[in-house]
C-alpha cells in the first residue's frame, strides 16, 4: 500500500468516525484507543511521517432482547484495501450462537464493496437480525443449573495489555451473566474479575494461558454467600466491559491509562482501596 492510498484510507477513517459520533450517544459507541486520531489527524497534515496506531470501536446496543457489544477494527488499509475487523458478543446467546451470529456478520462485510464505509452497515445489519441467533440461543440452551454459593473478585495486573486478539479473547471469556468486571488496556493492563468462584478461575486460567510479557493475580476478594443472599448484591460491576481513559504517548509509543481517571472509576465503583493494592500508592481524588 502507497503511502497515498494510506493518506486517503486515514482520511476516510476519520471521517467515519465523525459521522459515528454523530450517529450514535456516547453509552453506545466509544473510540478504544482515542490517540489514534490525533496521530492520523497530525499525519494528514502531515505533522508526522507515519502512523502507529489503529482505530477500534466498542459498540454497547440497547436491543429489545438484550445488550449487545460489537468490537471493531479498521486496519490500516480499510476501506479501500482490506476490509474491516468486527464481532459481536452478548449474555443472550450460546457459545454456538455467538459464532453463527460472527460468522454471517464477516459474510456481510465481505459482500460490501471495496471502498465502502460500512461501519454503520454493519450495525445495523446485527440490530436488525440479531432476535433470531437469540431464538436459536433460547432453543439450545442447558437446563438451568443451581447457582453457586461462593462469590470472587479477582484483580489481575498485566505489564501491558495492546494486542486486539488478547483483548477480544479476554471480552469473549466474561461473555454471560455470570463473570462481571473490566478490563483496562494500555501499560499497565488491569483486569477485574466478579462472579462465582468456579468461573472466575476458570476465566483466569484461560487469560493466563496466553503469551504475556508478565501478569499475574495482584489480589483476591472471596465471599460466602449465605443461603438466601443474592449474588448480584456482591458484584461491584454491572456486565464486564472494557474501559478507556485519556491516553498519554511518551516517545516509545507505549500508551499509558491516566491513573487519576482511572483512580476515580474506581472510586465511583467503591474499590478505590485496591488502587493502593494494585500500585502500591495511595489514591486521592482532587475535588475541582
Not at 81 to 92: D, V, Y
Request: hydrophobic share 35%.
Amino acid at each position: 500500500m502507497s503511502k497515498e492510498e494510506l493518506r486517503e484510507n486515514i482520511s476516510l477513517q476519520l471521517a467515519e468516525v465523525e459521522m459515528l459520533w454523530s450517529m450514535y450517544p456516547n453509552d453506545e459507541f466509544q473510540v478504544v484507543n482515542s490517540t489514534a486520531v490525533s496521530e492520523y489527524q497530525d499525519f494528514l497534515q502531515q505533522k508526522c511521517s507515519a502512523v502507529s496506531s489503529w482505530l477500534d470501536f466498542l459498540f454497547a446496543l440497547q436491543l429489545p432482547e438484550g445488550q449487545v457489544d460489537v468490537d471493531i477494527h479498521l486496519p490500516h488499509g480499510y476501506p479501500n484495501n482490506a476490509p474491516l475487523e468486527i464481532s459481536a458478543r452478548s449474555a443472550r446467546l450460546t457459545r454456538e450462537a455467538r459464532s453463527i451470529l460472527n460468522k454471517d456478520l464477516l459474510q456481510f462485510v465481505s459482500e460490501q464493496p471495496s471502498g465502502c464505509l460500512c461501519v454503520s452497515s454493519a450495525v445495523e445489519w446485527i440490530i436488525e437480525h440479531f432476535a433470531k441467533y437469540c431464538v436459536q440461543a433460547e432453543s439450545t440452551s442447558p437446563p438451568v443449573v443451581e447457582e453457586p454459593r461462593t462469590f470472587s473478585r479477582l484483580w489481575i495486573v498485566s505489564h501491558h495489555i495492546y494486542n486486539k486478539t488478547k483483548r477480544r479473547t479476554i471480552l469473549e471469556c466474561s461473555t454471560g451473566d455470570l463473570i462481571s468486571g473490566f478490563c483496562m488496556p494500555g501499560k499497565p493492563g488491569i483486569i477485574c474479575f466478579e462472579g462465582p468462584t468456579e468461573n472466575c478461575a476458570e476465566v483466569w486460567g484461560r487469560i493466563k494461558s496466553l503469551t504475556w510479557q508478565r501478569i499475574g493475580l495482584k489480589h483476591r476478594e472471596d465471599y460466602t454467600l449465605e443461603c438466601n443472599e443474592n449474588m448480584d448484591t456482591l458484584r461491584k460491576f454491572d456486565g464486564f466491559r472494557e474501559v478507556a481513559f485519556h491516553t498519554k504517548q511518551n516517545p516509545t509509543r507505549d500508551h499509558h491509562m491516566d491513573m487519576g481517571m482511572f483512580l476515580k472509576f474506581m472510586q465511583e465503583h467503591s474499590c478505590q482501596p485496591i488502587f493502593q493494592i494494585l500500585f502500591g500508592i495511595e489514591g486521592k481524588v482532587t475535588c475541582s
